[in-house]
Nanobody, 121 residues
């Protein structure tokens, strides 16, 4: 059984910082691309940032220069460092990863349970 577990959300004031973590565990052969999505109330889920196994990254325009994605392949973990947070960053943040389970010939897309980030004074 493969699962993604997120941590690091919380309440922060505008201009503050948070670091989200997402660890993959279970019977895993390899973890390939990893991504962070977010969903604000009444809005569609949107891609925030992604990182390939080799470290290539991409960001939504709304977070460029403020958020940094990174990963530790040895720990099967992806991080999202969020700086200069704004109220409009308030959302549930979800981790997503393309994982090749042991014994499979395919990659599958897995999702974490989500972690709430609230930016408010």
């Amino acid at each position: 059984q493969v699962q993604l577990v997120e941590s690091g959300g919380g309440l922060v004031q505008p201009g503050g910082s948070l670091r989200l973590s997402c660890a993959a565990s279970g019977s895993i052969f390899s973890v390939n691309a990893m991504r962070w999505y977010r969903q604000a109330p009444g809005k569609q889920r949107e891609l925030v940032s992604g990182i390939s196994r080799g470290g290539s990254t991409n960001y939504a325009d709304s977070v460029k220069g403020r958020f940094t994605i990174s990963r530790d392949n040895a720990k099967s973990t992806v991080y999202l460092q969020m700086n200069t947070l704004k109220p409009e960053d308030t959302a549930v943040y979800y981790c997503n990863a393309d994982i090749h389970p042991n014994g499979s010939i395919l990659d599958y897309s897995y999702w974490g349970q989500g972690t709430q980030v609230t930016v408010s004074s």
